[in-house]
């Protein structure tokens, strides 16, 4: 019977709280799927993991992780705990470069139409796909100096890079609904032409699938005017950091934001949120984005069985949030972590 070997990396702030939560409902539904199983090995990473080592990330650890091509992780980083040059410590995006996980899939779904801040809107249901190992993140490690008298980031597109995230675009798209939405600022930049060039390309090899092309500042406005007219979003991966945060808010927040970071041999499942070091320890950090990650995780381990777990995963939040007082605190409830995951984990 097949065993799937997940590396667990709660990392820092409410990572531990919420990871244990997905965890507590991936026992859940492991306990209702006919033979597969789930074994898992932790890991500590994240700025804890400096403060005890020396290195947020060690070497011997990442080569460690790297034998597993399923990671679940919490979230990394603290504010106070940063490099010399003032940088925060970000681990969880050196593991995506490293292992390469250029399709960073964010599904935004609304569970309950009192969720949103937008008035009439019952159904929001779209994915948005950031491009995660280059455009205006490759710069974030090279020096530089305060007392400079300038600075400048790069926005790298490359062909390869560019053609595999919008290719995984269209292959997602071609499941659902069969839309893909571009998102540039192909009348400004030459690196964003240059991505809307390849994405015409890419487009002509899928006759079936619809396509869009919206610039990055009106597609702000689109996503809070008609969300629901999109199936498929593609963008470069600052464009994506920021739209996939307003793209939470429209369902609720940061807590009911999952992502997955997708490569060609390994995936990095996680919330879409930071370790949120202002409620960390509380124990009402919402665990529904990590639930939900752990059902992206099941989908990706594309097994029947998995698969249909993460279906009774997705059914059992339906299920909770139905009930609109049924909330962590995030959302104007009154649940705490550890509630919210055993309702969900009871559902299942
Ligand atoms: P990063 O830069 O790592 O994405 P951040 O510091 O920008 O992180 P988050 O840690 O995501 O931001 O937190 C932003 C806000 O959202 C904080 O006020 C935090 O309390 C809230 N928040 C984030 N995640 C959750 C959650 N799971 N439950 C409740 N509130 C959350």
């Known amino acids: 019977m097949p065993n799937f070997a997940i590396a667990v990396l709660p ?7 919420v990871v244990a ?9 492991e306990a209702k799927l006919e033979g597969v199983t789930f074994s898992t090995a932790e890991f500590l990473v994240g700025a804890g993991e400096y403060l005890r080592s020396g290195d947020p990330l060690p070497e011997a650890t990442f080569t460690e992780i790297a034998k597993y091509s399923t990671i679940l992780l919490g979230a990394m980083g603290l504010p106070n705990i940063r490099w010399a040059d003032g940088r925060e410590m970000a681990p969880q995006i050196d593991i995506r470069e490293k292992l390469g996980l250029y399709c960073g899939l964010r599904p935004i779904v609304l569970y309950h139409p009192n969720d949103t801040p937008l008035k009439g809107k019952t159904a929001i249901d779209f994915a948005l796909v950031r491009e995660s190992t280059e455009g205006l993140f490759v710069s974030r490690l090279v020096p530089y100096s305060l007392q400079a008298d300038q600075v400048t980031d790069e926005l790298r ?11 995984s675009a269209f292959h997602l798209a071609a499941g659902r609904r069969k839309k893909v939405t571009l998102v540039d600022k192909a009348n400004v930049l030459p690196s964003m032409a240059y991505f809307r060039s390849i994405f015409d390309q890419i487009a002509a090899e899928f006759p079936d699938i619809a396509t869009e092309r919206v610039y990055v500042d009106a597609c702000a406005l689109y996503l809070v005017q008609r969300p629901e007219s999109f199936d498929v979003l593609v963008t470069e991966n600052m464009f994506g950091d920021i739209l996939s945060d307003l793209a939470a808010a429209l369902v609720g927040g ?3 934001a999952p ?3 997708i490569g060609d041999t390994h995936a990095v499942f996680q919330p879409s949120h930071g370790s949120a070091p202002d409620i960390a320890g509380k124990g009402i950090a919402n665990p529904v984005a990590t639930i939900l990650s752990v059902a992206l995780m099941l989908d990706w381990l594309d097994h029947p069985e998995t698969r249909r777990g993460a279906e009774m995963i997705r059914r059992a939040v339906s299920t909770v949030f139905a009930d609109p007082t049924a909330r962590t605190v995030d959302m104007g409830g009154a649940l705490t972590t550890t509630e919210m995951g055993s309702r969900i984990a009871e559902a299942v």
């Open 11 to 17: 990392g820092d702030g409410i990572g531990p709280d």
């Open 21 to 29: 939560e997905g965890l507590k409902v991936l026992r859940a539904a």
């Open 157 to 167: 597109i490359t062909r390869s890079g560019a053609e595999r995230v919008i290719r």
């Open 254 to 256: 940061m807590g009911m």
């Open 259 to 261: 992502s997955a970071d």
